[in-house]
């Protein structure tokens, strides 16, 4: 049986953003920006854990 921490805090959507989609795809915040239609300043402060997600930009990322 395989059993998942509960020690840590939850990773923050915008780490996982970077970290499994941007980095690998090699996209930058800017190019994510200008595909989804956001401002730089929205995808960056959602990269650093300043910004929650919506369910609006979790479904634009969906059809990326």
């Known amino acids: ?5 509960t020690h840590g ?8 953003l970077q970290e499994e989609f941007l980095k690998p ?5 800017t190019e994510l920006a200008e595909k989804l ?3 730089y300043p929205r995808i960056n402060e959602l990269i650093h ?6 369910p609006d930009n979790a479904l634009s990322l969906e059809q990326l």
Do not use: A, N
């Open 1 to 5: 049986m395989v059993r998942i921490p």
């Open 9 to 16: 805090p939850p990773t923050h959507p915008g780490e996982m």
């Open 25 to 29: 795809l090699g996209i930058s915040q």
């Open 37 to 39: 239609g956001v401002s």
């Open 49 to 54: 854990g300043k910004r929650g997600d919506t």
